[in-house]
């Protein structure tokens, strides 16, 4: 079993509307949960983090994690053609590990 | 404006001959890691540094190698470069206290 394991899509969502991208992990311990955006050809960026169970929002990106569940998403609202990307997720297993395990990654399409 | 910087950006190399990649951060950050990613694949983490203490994980190849001469420079040294690593190389940072890491702009492998 992959460690974090993503839909690679793609996954196709028209202009305007709600784009929601999903995570699950095996490591129950993992504490800290990171969403990058990775434009082709171009490397990582952050765009949320989140630690507790719950919703974080920041814009128009909602990040949402269920740890009973070993369950991370984000959602994007409001999807733009220039939110598509590929949305890698990153678990930190647990604290002081300094090291992201990373999912292959969601293939996101915004259709105008 | 602090940042993350790669160089080259693109390098081609030929088969057997040795390259090396530098890494430069303006951000001060404790922790410098490298990762290897190829089209369609997770971002595949080298080794890394915690100011100097050096972790190479398990299953990198001893063909590659880092320096890291002070906090602001990381290089990666491909000894004799296969067909096989091709690929993006990504530097990223964080410091000490957080865990967001942020990726510098990569570096394109191409190996004739």
């Known amino acids: 079993q992959k460690e974090v394991e993503q839909n690679s899509g793609p996954l196709s969502v028209p202009e305007g509307a709600i784009a929601s991208l999903n995570c699950t992990y095996s490591d129950r311990g993992s504490q800290s949960f990171f969403w990058y955006r990775q434009y082709s050809g171009k490397s990582p960026e952050l765009i949320m983090f989140?630690?507790?169970?719950g919703d974080k929002e920041d814009g128009r990106f909602t990040a949402q994690l269920n740890k009973a569940s070993q369950y991370v998403s984000l959602l994007i609202r409001d999807s733009q053609p220039s939110d598509s990307a590929t949305y890698l997720c990153a678990v930190e297993p647990n604290f002081g590990n300094e090291k992201l395990t990373f999912g292959t990654g969601t293939r996101l399409t915004i259709i105008p | 404006d602090a940042m993350v910087i790669q160089n080259p950006r693109y390098q081609v190399t030929q088969f057997g001959k040795p390259v090396t990649l530098s890494c430069s951060q303006t951000?001060?950050?404790?922790?410098m890691y490298w990762y290897q990613q190829k089209s369609s694949q997770a971002p595949k983490l080298l080794f890394h540094?915690?100011?100097?203490?050096?972790?190479n994980e398990a299953d990198t190849p001893d063909n590659f190698q880092s320096r890291r001469p002070n906090t602001s420079f990381c290089f990666l040294d491909i000894r004799s470069p296969g067909l096989g690593d091709a690929a993006m190389y990504l530097c990223?940072?964080?410091?000490?206290?957080?865990?967001?890491?942020?990726f510098g702009p990569g570096t394109r492998l191409t190996v004739l």
């Open positions: 540094y915690y100011d100097k203490d050096f972790n």
């Open positions: 990223a940072t964080r410091t000490g206290q957080t865990l967001e890491q942020f």
């Open positions: 989140i630690y507790s169970n």
């Open positions: 951000l001060n950050h404790n922790v």
